[in-house]
């Protein structure tokens, strides 16, 4: 949506260039979410650091020489730390951000250590590996993930993550949730299932962008009491993308391609587009439906 968005805008017509760009902000996702989660183990490691320096003070307290360890002996951080699949992911991605912008660490170092998360969790000294899961998830769903400066490196340092963040933010939570055990297997997930996935993110832009003509043709007549100028282009991209999968793409259930657009339209586009797309949508599939049109493969696609 927003790369056909960004082509009406530029007036351009270079499908291929576009399309480039559209793989490559979908393949730098997978750099946002290592360096999200691996703000994670760069926090425990910094802390790590900063207790052994403190133990070698000339004069260390008695708390310095036998400090709390239970945060940089946590269970799940400890397993990112030691984890391949995510050593792996970082070194052949070549993520090094937090090791050339370590202050962010720090920042987010002392926000956590100032938080009341912090000091109800290091009350005790004893780790407990469900203790410790709910702690990796408060402090990522409370402290780093609302952080503005780190919102601000994130948007300066790519532009296109800023609606990315909330989808990679979500993911990592739902891996670290489904931990149950501090020998769990933790992976990197890949960005697409397999090719067919991939391969569909291709066909949806082509298809939609060299078939803009005959999809607008299909909505045109069903919308009487709107001016056509008056629609908002965001909308009318969403129905081509509806219109499409409707008629190009037998696999997609009607009802998925129905809700996924409308998701897009309240998040993007006016108050009232997604009841707006919404009928529009319901009429076209009745009509294409009468019509034989829809030629939807397997059961329940409807």
């Not at 997978?30 to 425990?44: A, F, K």
């Not at 052949?92 to 002392?110: G, T």
Request: aromatic fraction near 10%.
């Amino acid at each position: 949506m927003q790369s056909i968005y960004a082509m009406h805008q530029n007036g351009s017509d270079s499908l291929e260039k576009q399309e480039k760009f559209l793989l490559h902000s979908i393949d730098s996702l997978l750099d946002l979410y290592l360096i999200m989660l691996s703000s994670l183990t760069e926090i425990r490691q910094s802390e790590e650091d900063f207790l052994e320096k403190s133990k070698k003070k000339h004069l260390s307290t008695s708390e310095e020489r036998n400090p709390n360890l239970k945060f940089v002996n946590n269970a799940v951080l400890q397993l990112l730390s030691e984890n391949n699949s995510l050593s792996i992911a970082l070194e052949s991605r070549k993520i090094n951000n937090w090791k050339l912008n370590d202050d962010y660490i720090l920042i987010l170092r002392k926000e956590i250590k100032d938080s009341e998360l912090y000091g109800k969790y290091m009350s005790t000294r004893k780790n407990n590996f469900e203790e410790d899961k709910q702690f990796v998830l408060d402090i990522f769903a409370e402290i780093i993930v609302p952080n503005e400066k780190l919102y601000d490196y994130l948007e300066d340092f790519k532009l296109t993550w800023v609606d990315d963040i909330p989808v990679v933010n979500t993911q990592i939570q739902k891996q670290l949730k489904s931990l149950e055990s501090a020998t769990d297997e933790f992976r990197v997930p890949k960005l697409y299932k397999d090719e067919e996935d991939r391969e569909f993110v291709t066909q949806l832009f082509r298809k939609t962008v060299l078939n803009e003509t005959e999809l607008a043709k299909e909505y045109i007549d069903k919308t009487p009491n709107w001016d056509t100028e008056r629609i908002a282009e965001i909308d009318t991209i969403i129905l081509k993308m509806a219109i499409c999968e409707f008629l190009k793409f037998p696999s997609i259930p009607v009802k998925v391609t129905i809700n996924e657009y409308l998701e897009l339209a309240k998040e993007y586009s006016t108050p009232k587009s997604s009841i707006f797309i919404n009928g529009i949508l319901d009429n076209l599939v009745k009509e294409f439906d009468a019509a034989k049109k829809l030629n939807k493969a397997g059961r329940g696609l409807l």
